[in-house]
């Protein structure tokens, strides 16, 4: 996504924020989400994760299409997509175990 914010508005400014804001959520959130994910179903976890991070690139495509794509927007869907990010990153680690035996 980096990639096309850059071409589509020439700004390195915007595709770093983009970057930043992809990569903040691993920061912030790889804790809590351990707790979580820990506490709460893994495959529920990793459907919810991938759906949203579906519907961030939905939102994307769709603004897009209809003339409405803006920055905000992009920047809404990187903040979703670290999000998911790190939830999947999480559970695929803690989920390894039971699934491949020793």
Do not use: C, N
Request: aromatic share 4%.
């Amino acid at each position: 996504m980096r990639l096309v914010v850059l071409l589509i508005t020439g700004s390195a400014t915007h595709a770093s924020t983009v970057a930043a804001l992809e990569v903040l959520p691993f920061l912030l959130l790889s804790v809590p989400v351990g707790i979580l994910v820990d506490r709460s179903p893994r495959r529920l976890l990793l459907a919810a994760a991938s759906l949203a991070s579906l519907l961030g690139t939905a939102a994307v495509a769709v603004a897009y299409a209809v003339g409405a794509l803006s920055m905000g927007v992009i920047y809404a869907a990187a903040v979703v997509w670290g999000v998911a990010g790190v939830v999947v990153g999480v559970a695929q680690v803690a989920a390894l175990p039971r699934l491949v035996p020793k």
